[in-house]
Each structure stands twice: as C-alpha cells, then as structure tokens.
C-alpha cells in the first residue's frame, strides 16, 4: 500500500554529482527502514544504501562508501541518495525500497515496497 516514487535522475560525467530522492507516501514513513538498490542493464539488482528508521543506521555497499550519502527527513516523508565522484560503473536504474520492520538490510528479499526506478547514466 505504501508508493514511492524516485527523481534526481540524469546524465553526468565521471567524477560529477546527483542527489536522488524518493518520495513515500502515507503517514508511516518514519517507522521503516529505507534503501537503495541499482541495477544496471543484464546485471542482477544490488545493493547500494540502507538507513534506519530514525536515520541513526547507516550501511554502503564497499563500491559507494565515501562516495554515496542516504538520509532522509522523515517530516517530508523522503529519502536521498547523495552520489559524489560518479564513475561509470554506476550507471543504473537506482529504485528506493521501504522496510516496514526495520531490518536495515542489504538484500533485495527483505524489503516490502518499491519505486519505479529513476536513471542514472555516467559518461566516460
């Protein structure tokens, strides 16, 4: 029942930045875990963030780690993805995905609700 919706999509060359947000709706985004996935074209999704309810957790997949930043603000009911230093290799769909019990996990199986996807695309 929860609908997410991503934006901040585009092209960028390497090296440059997107800031994705996703936006949720209902009153219950506050009590979920949200992440963010990628998937690039005949690759399987993977993982890219997670963050805690509260924000207070975070976890990056090792390929984005001191590149990528997720937060969220729960008062807009939204999630970010700050993208930094983009390399090719990131070039993806990237879709948001809600937990409803928290898990902060890294795997696609345990979370309840996706987005549509917005298109990230790094030129060399």
């Known amino acids: 029942q929860v609908q997410l919706v991503e934006s901040g999509g585009g092209l960028v060359q390497a090296g440059g930045s997107l800031r994705l947000s996703c936006a949720a709706s209902?009153?219950?985004?506050?009590?979920?875990?949200m992440a963010w996935f990628r998937q690039a074209p005949e690759k399987e999704r993977e993982f890219v963030a997670a963050i805690s309810r509260t924000g207070g957790i975070t976890y990056y997949a090792d390929s984005v780690k001191e590149r990528f930043t997720i937060s969220r603000d729960n008062a807009k009911n939204t999630l970010y993805l700050q993208m930094n230093s983009l390399k090719p290799d990131d070039t993806a769909v990237y879709y948001c995905a809600a937990d409803r019990f928290n898990r902060v996990a890294t795997e696609v199986r345990w979370y309840d609700y996706w987005g549509q996807g917005t298109q990230v695309t790094v030129s060399s």
């Open positions: 209902g009153r219950t985004f506050s009590s979920y875990a």
